[in-house]
């Protein structure tokens, strides 16, 4: 981040050996231990996930087999990337961009685009953190083997590192926000809640902007405020909470970057490129050819 100015958004490259707990390694190249991958990881405001190159690749055709198809029994669809954002079977334009460019990698490499397919993952195969994910599919004599990984990970990576150090988003001129927060009178919530009291506090500071309206206007209706916490849930009186609202300047916004990241497995893509790549003569099948 700080190569790059302090800028969203901003990208690294990596390649190196991932690891795989493998019970019955088998399938060749396929199904192995350890692996040869290729990453890149995209970070990106969360709130605005637009791309000044996704026009590059607008028009760009692509075979998608989304959630809704497998869910319906129907069949994959051929359709411009730009047209998938738009309709939004694609999440947005960062993924979108990254998956047109997969595409036109594997093509540049040799794999067959005839056999090549994004396959969108289905709700119970994605990950609880991930807004969007498709992989690059590659038709083989094994089947269709995921090859590339495209995923929108959302900031759950980032959240999960730092729960406290955000990075900082200079804004072009200074802004004016209001502020609203729960103020909480830690001496009676020690008295009535002993060890819980700090645990209260943590919460009440965790709670949205929403959260804290519907606080207050349950504190001025019915005197108290039911906090549900994993282990039950506290009562909070108007003594022991109250809500305050303030405005003021901020000269940097801080968020936590959502990741874009476009996996590579390079061990199968290149058995993928050289199963394409391999002929044989009608009628001649002992000689073979790779073309």
């Known amino acids: ?36 991958m290729c990453e890149i990881e995209h970070f990106v405001d969360p709130s605005d996930k637009s791309f000044s190159k996704f026009k590059k690749v607008h028009s760009y055709p692509m075979v998608l087999f989304s959630a809704c198809n497998q869910m319906d029994g129907q069949p994959s669809q051929t359709m411009s990337i730009g047209e998938a954002v738009e309709k939004g079977i694609v999440a947005n334009e960062t993924l979108g961009y990254y998956m047109a460019r997969t595409h036109m990698y594997l093509v540049k490499v040799g794999v067959d685009p005839r056999r090549l397919r994004f396959r969108q993952h289905l709700g119970n195969e994605m990950a609880h953190y991930a807004q969007d994910c498709w992989d690059a599919e590659i038709l083989t004599s094994y089947g269709w083997i995921e090859c590339v990984g495209n995923a929108d990970r959302s900031c759950y990576d980032l959240t999960q590192h730092s729960k406290t150090t955000n990075t900082k988003k200079k804004l072009d001129e200074p802004r004016t926000v209001n502020i609203i927060e729960a103020v909480p009178n830690m001496a009676l919530l020690g008295k009535e809640f002993k060890k819980d009291a700090k645990r209260i506090q943590i919460a009440l500071a965790q709670l949205s902007e929403d959260e ?11 005197g108290a405020y039911k906090l549900s916490m994993d282990d039950g849930e506290f009562s909070l009186t108007s003594a022991m909470v109250s809500v305050k609202r303030s405005t003021k300047t901020v000269h940097v916004e801080e968020i936590t970057p959502s990741v874009i990241e476009p996996s590579f497995g390079i061990g199968r893509v290149m058995y993928a490129v050289l199963e394409h790549s391999f002929r044989q003569r009608e009628g001649d099948e002992q000689r073979t050819v790779r073309v």
Do not use: D
Not at 5 to 19: R, V
Not at 212 to 222: M, N, P, Q
């Open 212 to 222: 804290l309206v519907s606080l207050e206007s349950k504190i001025a209706s019915e």
């Open 1 to 36: 981040l700080e190569f790059n100015q302090g800028k969203l958004p901003f990208a690294a490259a990596q390649i190196g050996l991932g690891f795989r707990n493998e019970i019955s390694p088998r399938q060749g190249l396929i199904r192995v231990r350890e692996f040869t």
